[in-house]
């Protein structure tokens, strides 16, 4: 961080198994990602539903993490959680201090997305919901509002996590979502 910045915003992305967590935050954050990610063994077979991720080699064992700065005074942090079952133990942790986050979703195995939705919608944490482009079946917004039983206030966005300028829209949308839930409370201030 620079010596002159003063406030660190924490967003985490989070969602399935392969979703594309990973590549978002390759594609936009200014530094080298820090990257916790392993290679997939036969051991972990057994673990992780490896349905419908191709031909997925690695994976991420706690988080990644990238930056971007805003301005001379203000940097956004990326934390890109695990996304298997048996690492969701730590997204709690991710999520503390979090001023929103990004629910990255695969319509091709939209049902591993519940989870993520859940646990921010319990935690009260501001989110977005990106549909990652897998070149998988068409769905319309309404058809994913509905199969992730999305609240008519949370943004619905289509992105390509490979693509710096797709991701950068994505985490302004989400910024836009955090300001104006809050912009209420503060003009009652």
């Not at 036969?42 to 997925?56: I, L, M």
């Amino acid at each position: 961080m620079r010596a002159t910045s003063e406030n660190g915003i924490k967003i985490v992305i989070v969602g399935g198994f392969g979703v594309g967590k990973t590549t978002m935050v390759r594609s936009v954050s200014e530094i080298r990602p820090l990257s916790t990610e392993e290679t997939m063994t036969r051991a972990g077979e057994a673990v992780d539903d490896t349905s419908g991720v191709g031909t997925k080699s690695s994976t991420t064992v706690a988080f990644d993490f990238g930056r971007i700065s805003l301005d001379h005074l203000n940097v956004l942090y990326l934390f890109g959680a695990p996304g298997q079952e048996r690492f969701w133990f730590l997204w709690d942790r991710l999520f503390s201090g979090a001023l929103g986050a990004v629910v990255l979703v695969d319509t091709r195995r939209i049902s591993d997305s519940w989870y993520a939705i859940d646990r921010l919608e319990a935690l009260g944490t501001p989110f977005v919901v990106a549909c990652n482009d897998f070149a998988g079946p068409e769905f319309s917004a309404r058809q994913v509002r509905e199969a992730l039983d999305l609240d008519p206030g949370v943004p619905l966005l289509d992105c390509d996590a490979r693509s710096r300028e797709s991701s950068k829209n994505v985490l302004i949308s989400l910024v836009q979502h955090v300001r104006s839930r809050y912009a209420p409370q503060e003009s009652a201030q």
